[in-house]
């Protein structure tokens, strides 16, 4: 008892990133379990007590998916402008500058090319730390150019989402990269090239809306929010209480709205067997057509 006093007493309090728990050692927030913080990011970010899923930063998860020393970056070209003049407690402008500067990319996302087990894939990975992981015209922009370049070079699309929704200071143009991820998705169904959709914690508003619940496979981590609106948004709304585990992965799961629920150390190994799966299918489909123009002949 005494040592963990110490250790707490001893507490650096500058963090190595927002995403996990600062500190040599924390308690889990599931668990209540004291962890070795080296432990925990050595474990991707899973309680090794008790599997619960904390969030990861986008660097982590990209090497969590992508083979050694394959990835690479084709976001961070186009920035942000302003077009409302937003200003709330501090100007748009301002806020970006200091979440480019303390998180070093110049929005929400991470994408890039890479192979996933020998798979050549496009890789979408969204950053909640930054302004929420909010979808603004950058964001979207990103999105439709990775599809789009996947499509053009062959490669499945993979997308790690975790988001707030729009980004409301960019207003309807926020909105408006909805349609326009929507619509660059389909150029990977033109050409038979699955799109694979991983939901991770929190996944919420016009970005389930759109992109992350178009996959042709969906998945989700354990005990995700996955939502359109918030619980307290429906709660107050609708006057009723909510079922246990609602908007969760396994309750998403149960009603149909998502194909699994995968442990993050599962993930890359499902995603490898899904895209082959995905892949072969759509090859013997494309075989099927041939044969049945040659009989039509
Ligand atoms: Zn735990």
């Known amino acids: 008892m005494a040592l963990e006093r110490w250790f707490r007493r001893n507490r650096p309090t500058r963090k190595e990133d927002d995403n996990a728990p600062a500190g040599l050692w924390l308690k889990c927030e599931a668990c209540s379990a004291q962890i070795y913080r080296k432990d ?3 474990n991707a970010y899973v309680c090794p007590e008790c599997g619960h899923h904390y969030r990861m930063p986008v660097e982590a998860r990209i090497e969590l998916l992508a083979d050694a020393g394959s990835f690479e970056p084709w976001s961070g070209g186009i920035q942000a402008e302003d077009p409302l003049g937003f200003v709330d407690t501090q100007p748009y402008p301002e806020r970006l500058e200091k979440n480019r500067q303390k998180h070093g990319r110049p929005d929400a996302i991470v994408t ?3 192979t996933l087990d020998g798979e050549a894939i496009g890789l979408v990975v969204m950053d909640f730390q930054f302004l929420g992981g909010s979808m603004g015209s950058v964001v979207g922009e990103e999105i439709a ?5 996947s499509a053009q070079e062959g490669r499945a699309l993979v997308a790690v989402t975790a988001s707030g929704g729009a980004r409301m200071q960019e207003g309807a143009l926020s909105l408006m990269q909805m349609a326009k991820t929507t619509v660059a998705l389909e150029l990977l ?12 914690d929190p996944t ?3 970005v389930t809306a759109s992109f992350a619940t178009l996959g042709d496979v ?3 981590e354990p005990g995700a929010l996955i939502s359109f609106a918030g619980p307290r948004v429906i ?4 006057k009723q209480d909510l079922p246990e585990g609602f908007q969760r992965s ?4 149960e009603k149909g709205m998502l194909d699994d629920v995968v442990s993050r150390k599962a993930l890359k190994e499902r995603l490898a067997v899904t895209i082959r799966l995905l892949r072969a299918g759509s090859v013997a489909r494309e075989r099927e057509k041939g044969v049945g123009r040659a009989a039509a002949l």
Do not use: D
């Open 250 to 253: 396994e309750f998403l799961l």
């Open 204 to 206: 919420t508003g016009g």
């Open 189 to 200: 169904a033109e050409r038979g090239l699955p799109f694979v959709s991983v939901l991770t």
């Open 145 to 149: 150019r990775a599809a789009e370049r």
């Open 235 to 238: 709660q107050q709304t609708i």
């Open 112 to 114: 890039g090319g890479a």
């Open 218 to 220: 969906i998945y989700a």
């Open 40 to 42: 925990l990011v050595a």
